[in-house]
């Protein structure tokens, strides 16, 4: 019961850390942002990365912090039925969501995975007038899902543990 506790804490403060660091990602896509309008308006000089750039940083903060917005449970959630549910069938329907998202992160997982990695190895490149790599942007997939099923994880034993604390 220790491990699994052990387990539960250390997903959250992965997530809570990176998602609490991912979040300032917004700063640097506003600075960027108004560096561009400043380029364009004031000095007649428009970039060719601003937009790009921004694209893909909001992309890592998408990706980052969901892990951390799954922590905090500050995803949408329809309750209107599940909120007159007793506790132990609380607990069931969360695992059984849980479980549901455990498999569809997974596939997310495996298939972000593999493209990111055709992305790396055959140097992909952005078909823009700026034109940088795809390979970390397209890293932000899988690693996105990962802090997803670490969390999702520790969501299914958290309530695994719930149940078993209800059913004694």
């Known amino acids: 019961m ?3 506790e052990a387990f539960i804490s250390l997903a959250e403060n992965i997530n809570k850390r990176i998602g609490r660091a991912s979040c300032y990602l917004i700063f640097v ?3 960027l942002m108004v560096f561009e309008v400043a380029a364009r308006y004031f ?3 428009p970039t060719t990365w601003v937009h790009e750039m921004c694209g893909q940083l909001f992309a890592a ?3 980052l912090t969901g892990g951390w917005v799954l922590y905090e449970k500050g995803h949408v959630a329809v309750d209107i039925i599940y909120q007159y549910f007793p506790d132990n ?3 069931i329907a969360d695992i059984i969501v849980s479980l549901t998202a455990l498999f569809m992160f997974v596939i997310l997982f495996w298939q972000g995975y593999k493209y990111a ?3 790396l ?3 992909q490149h952005s078909h823009t007038l700026f034109g940088p790599p795809m390979w ?3 890293m932000m997939l899988p690693a996105g899902a990962f802090l997803f099923l670490l969390q999702i994880l520790a969501d299914i034993a958290r309530s695994i543990i719930d149940f078993k604390k209800r059913s004694v």
């Open 2 to 4: 220790q491990k699994v």
């Open 29 to 31: 896509f506003m600075l």
């Open 43 to 45: 000095f007649e000089s």
């Open 61 to 63: 903060y998408i990706a």
């Open 89 to 91: 069938i609380k607990s």
């Open 117 to 119: 990695w055709h992305a």
């Open 121 to 123: 190895v055959t140097n």
């Open 136 to 138: 970390p942007v397209k």
